[in-house]
């Protein structure tokens, strides 16, 4: 099964409103990163969090760590149309001595202008 | 930069056949790893390559296979299709080895199996 699992699966907010999305893992990792999906296309890298980082902040976005929770959150301010996609994260762990990213399931976020 | 490129964008296959996408990575990056995207499955993890050599692979079964060239470009393959295996294939390149860095995606190759 996936190593992350996001958390809600949909989110729909108006436009200007912050969204927040989370995500919870199993295992130990290395480090964890956000990716945005628009619609049938390839994923955009976000952000990445080290294990041993507890915040992060890139423009709009800032991404949590708690590694006692095993769990990660994506807030996005401000929001606007254009970040209506589906955000996924994704952890790097040790698979028997071979790093192995794996992906969540993903966030489907809507912003409503 | 030029950015992660795949050919092609979309294909058509029926059972049976097999079927080659192509992979080329940012210059300067030598890892490629490959995915699998589906509705019910979503992003699966099929194989990494670095430096020509396959580092890692995830639990698919052997009709799914890859390689990589001395210039970094990837194929992979998909032998006796099933129509399961209609997916959104996903390329990503890194500076590589391994995963620890930011993955680069391509726009995915829409694969449909009638």
């Known amino acids: 099964s996936q190593q992350g699992e996001e958390d809600p699966q949909a989110l729909s907010i108006q436009e200007g409103e912050n969204a927040t999305m989370n995500c919870s893992y199993k295992?130990?990792?290395?480090?964890l990163q956000w990716y945005r999906q628009n619609s049938g296309r390839g994923l955009v890298h976000l952000i990445l969090?080290?294990?041993?980082?507890r915040e992060k902040h890139s423009g709009r976005l800032r991404v949590t760590l708690d590694t006692s929770k095993k769990s990660s959150s994506l807030l996005i301010t401000a929001s606007r149309a254009a970040d209506t996609a589906s955000y996924f994260c994704a952890t790097d762990w040790n698979n028997f001595g071979n790093e192995k990213l794996t992906f969540g399931t993903g966030t489907r976020l809507t912003i409503i202008p | 930069k030029a950015g992660v490129t795949q050919t092609p964008r979309y294909l058509i296959k029926t059972r049976g056949q097999q079927v080659t996408l192509s992979c080329s990575p940012i210059?300067?990056?030598?890892?490629v790893s490959w995915y699998q995207q589906t509705p019910g499955q979503g992003l699966q993890f099929l194989f990494e390559?670095?430096?020509?050599?396959?580092?890692n692979k995830g639990n698919f079964p052997g009709r799914f296979s890859g390689r990589q060239f001395s210039n970094s470009r990837s194929e992979m393959n998909v032998s006796t299709l099933e129509l399961g295996d209609s997916a959104l294939y996903l390329c990503a390149s890194s500076l590589g080895p391994g995963q620890v860095y930011e993955q680069y995606f391509g726009p995915g190759t829409r694969l449909t199996v009638t």
């Open positions: 295992t130990s990792i290395n480090n």
């Open positions: 390559y670095f430096s020509e050599t396959q580092r």
């Open positions: 210059s300067g990056h030598r890892s």
């Open positions: 969090i080290r294990s041993n980082e």
